[in-house]
């Protein structure tokens, strides 16, 4: 493309205020028009163009990374679409499609003797969108050009809403980038503008520019959206394989790794027990002790009584883990004669004392995986609570468990999480199923995982979230899930996310974040062919 035919196309879009549209395609989609196992989101096939500009004399390795510090900027404006894309800050860039061409830089007064390379690049992604925008076919949207982050207060004021959170994230400003804030869309505008009354009289040819089309900040980019073939499979968890113990025989082994959720005002004392994370984590345990109330605490690491407190002189004897989610999320269950502060502090001692700890409960059961024999089986769940960013319990969390659910912060992806932190030896080789409930790990963590496995997807499934998620009620909602697995039902993973889900006035709080299912693909479990029985001794 040249710069006069792409100038001949910005134009009318920046004399429009860059109006940032969703545009109507043809094609139709019903609720099951996707293989991809979601109650919210529907699978696309991301594509859009941008080009950048460098010295004349680019490598393609510095040419490459140019185009994914700007491919990178379309993660905030997607994002903001409600748009999700799975390759992590949109790095699948390919050198194939690289168009490049030297340019003249002139002015008024004619060419100045400089020259630039601008590569011109398209890219292309696996993408989710909500089901209302099922027949979007195309964004109009915008990139962020050049040495942005050197520009990053500039982009802070005119394409963010330029709050406190915004303003935290000023060191990766491309996350918070929103092109269709009325500010931003002034600012791209009056900047088309200006490179166009430059251009007069200065750029006759489509080779030559001038320096303000150089030194632009904005792109503005249409990002077209394409439906994926349809499949109708009903997916399921490999039921028979988790039932069958696959890091240790006989035991199925559940973790739930809640992290820190708030951060507490400067200044101030921020007790674990005031935490969200906390009460989510009680929520969760709320919920699976109401379906599996034989599950009790054998173990706890490290070692540490949890039945007695000393409270205001007293001493409380005789509880158990019961208790303390009856005090969190009940406010209720506390023992007789206490005062509400009192109270108080006991529940601040119990989740002090639960902190960095792995509480570990267990319950035996009969299981019958098809036509074979019942054989004692010992469900396991591993319970840790306040997880921040040391790698240390997400690397045993992965190692040890068949399922592994995780409730806290993405720290944008760069935090415990992320892949880098592991090798293939912190992930056993048996069949495991992941929830990550944090935001956007649709992103930063659904495929990445799967390079540990030497089957891939054939050994792992995971749930991850498109968009930024609520944690309000998302405690509750993985204790329904990790109860609908353990019940032996075989449930699919459509009626899964339903059950994790605001499935009632209970969790009307709650949200779906786009959430989604990746890896069943390829599974083989059916319970028609292999029914699971699961019952007590």
């Known amino acids: 493309m040249t710069i006069s035919t792409l100038a001949s196309r910005l134009a009318p879009l920046a004399l429009l205020g860059l109006a940032i549209a969703q545009t109507s395609c043809a094609f139709d989609v019903g609720d099951d028009e996707s293989d991809l196992t979601s109650i919210t989101a529907r699978e696309r096939i991301l594509t859009f163009e941008g080009y950048v500009y460098l010295p004349a004399t680019a490598s393609t390795s510095e040419i490459t990374a140019a185009v994914k510090r700007q491919t990178r900027s379309a993660f905030g404006a997607l994002l903001e679409s409600d748009v999700a894309t799975a390759t992590r800050e949109l790095a699948a860039v390919d050198p194939k499609t690289f168009v490049k061409e030297r340019v003249a830089i002139v002015d008024k007064n004619g060419p100045t003797g400089k020259e630039a390379l601008r590569v011109h690049y398209r890219y292309s992604d696996r993408a989710i969108v909500p089901k209302t925008m099922a027949s979007v076919g195309a964004l109009r949207l915008g990139l962020l050009h050049g040495d942005y982050p050197a520009q990053a207060e500039r982009v802070l004021v005119e394409c963010t809403k330029n709050g406190p959170d915004e303003r935290e994230m000023a060191g990766d400003v491309w ?3 929103n092109p269709s804030l009325a ?3 002034q600012a791209m505008t009056a900047e088309q503008l200006g490179i166009e009354a430059a251009r007069e009289g200065a750029a006759a040819k489509s080779s030559q520019i001038v320096a303000a089309e150089l030194a632009r900040l904005y792109v503005p980019m249409t990002a077209s959206l394409t439906p994926t073939p349809e499949s109708g499979k009903v997916a399921y968890p490999e039921y028979d394989r988790l039932w069958s113990g696959g890091i240790q025989p006989g035991v199925l082994t559940a973790t739930l790794l809640t992290g820190m959720i708030d951060h507490g005002k400067p200044g101030e004392v921020h007790h674990e027990a005031d935490d969200l994370g906390y009460w989510e984590t009680m929520a969760t ?3 699976l002790l109401y379906a599996r109330p034989k599950l009790s605490v054998v173990s706890v690491d490290p070692p540490t009584d949890l039945s ?8 409380v004897s005789g509880l158990n883990f019961k208790d303390f989610v009856e005090w969190n999320v009940y406010e209720s269950g506390f023992p007789a004669g206490l005062t509400d502060l009192e109270k108080k502090d006991l529940e601040r001692q119990a989740a002090k004392r639960l902190r960095d700890r792995w509480v570990t409960f267990e319950e035996k059961v009969v299981v019958r995986i098809g036509q ?6 010992t469900i396991r769940v591993q319970l840790y609570f306040g997880a921040e960013e040391n790698v240390a319990p997400y690397r045993r969390a992965l190692k040890t468990s068949d399922v592994f659910l995780y409730n806290g912060h993405s720290y944008v992806g760069k935090g415990p999480l992320d892949p880098a932190n592991f090798t293939k030896k912190d992930f056993p080789q048996s069949y495991q199923l992941f929830f ?3 935001c ?4 930063y963590y659904n495929s990445d995982y799967y390079a540990f496995k030497t089957n891939g997807s054939r050994d792992l499934d995971m749930i991850t979230n498109g968009v930024e998620s609520e944690s309000n009620g998302s405690g509750a909602a993985q204790g329904r899930f990790l109860a609908k697995i353990l019940s032996g039902k075989t449930t699919s993973y459509r009626e899964l996310l339903k059950t994790a889900g605001t499935t ?6 709650g949200k779906d974040a786009l959430r989604v299912v990746e890896g069943e693909t390829d599974n083989r479990y059916s319970p028609k062919t292999t029914p699971i029985q699961v019952t007590s001794p």
């Open 285 to 287: 345990m709320d919920e």
């Open 436 to 438: 990550i409930d944090s």
């Open 175 to 177: 996350y918070v980038f």
């Open 440 to 443: 956007i790990s649709y992103n």
């Open 504 to 509: 009632g006035p209970d969790y009307a709080w």
């Open 308 to 315: 007695t407190f000393k409270v205001g002189g007293k001493t």
């Open 372 to 377: 074979s024999t019942p054989r004692p089986t």
């Open 183 to 185: 500010t931003c869309k």
